[in-house]
């Protein structure tokens, strides 16, 4: 299963647009890149995912290069209720280890008034 | 969207008893549910597969005679913490998958708010 990097810990003034970049330089054709929100004391939740290019939902938008060995997830204008552990994960969905969700260490963002 | 539900949210035991927690899938059938546990600033770890009508498949490492589960139905997923001591206090989570979806979004899963374990 292909490893993610992204970065410990980020802080953020309210209002202001947040970039966190995963690494994932082992990427598989099959992998289908996948971000999770958990904010304390609760179960993650899904963000948003991509394959290839830009995705952009309600939520957050998440730009992937052509190479696919990295990503982008970005949050416009955060707000407080933003802070939370944001999970990077590569998620194959044929062959071995299909569908399962290895979790990293994640970023821990804190959204500062 | 689809929903997950757990109980109970918050759990005290006594070191040597058991302890259940259950999962539910509220508006949809969820042949496959998965668990997990997340240590304190630790990130999550799987703990097994649970796959409805058979046997769940648990991941290297984690005892099977001990943390007992049972996916007896659709919409339902229990796991039983044996002979609870207190390494096993834990933040405990569930998940599951939408079943028939299109494959881009087959992997998504949904997730309870989680069960917190203390064993005292």
């Known amino acids: 299963l292909a490893k993610t990097t992204q970065p410990i810990s980020m802080d953020s003034y309210e209002g202001q647009e947040v970039n966190i970049t995963c690494s994932h330089n082992n990427i598989a054709t099959n992998d289908y890149i996948t971000w999770y929100q958990q904010f304390p004391s609760q179960g993650p939740r899904f963000i948003i995912q991509?394959?290839?290019t830009k995705v952009t939902n309600e939520v957050a938008s998440l730009f992937i290069p052509a190479d696919r060995k990295s990503s982008t997830l970005s949050l416009p204008r955060v707000s407080l209720s933003d802070t939370a552990v944001y999970y990077c994960?590569?998620?194959?969905?044929?062959?071995?280890?299909?569908?399962?969700?290895?979790f990293g260490k994640g970023t821990k963002l804190s959204v500062i008034p | 969207g689809a929903v997950v539900s757990q109980h109970p949210s918050w759990v005290i035991c006594k070191s040597g008893t058991s302890v259940k927690i259950e999962c539910r899938s509220l508006?949809?059938?969820?042949?496959?549910m998965f668990w997990y546990r997340q240590f304190p600033k630790q990130s999550l770890m799987l703990m097994a597969t649970s796959n409805e009508g058979s046997k769940a498949t648990y991941e290297q490492g984690v005892e099977k005679d001990k943390f007992l589960i049972n996916h007896a139905s659709l919409t339902l997923s229990t796991l039983t913490v044996t002979s609870a001591h207190p390494e096993d206090s834990s933040f405990y989570i569930c998940s599951a998958r939408v079943p028939g979806l299109a494959i881009n979004t087959k992997n998504i899963q949904y997730f309870g708010a989680g069960t917190r374990l203390s064993v005292l």
């Open positions: 994960l590569v998620v194959p969905l044929i062959g071995a280890g299909s569908y399962q969700l290895t």
């Open positions: 508006d949809f059938q969820a042949t496959t």
């Open positions: 991509g394959y290839k």
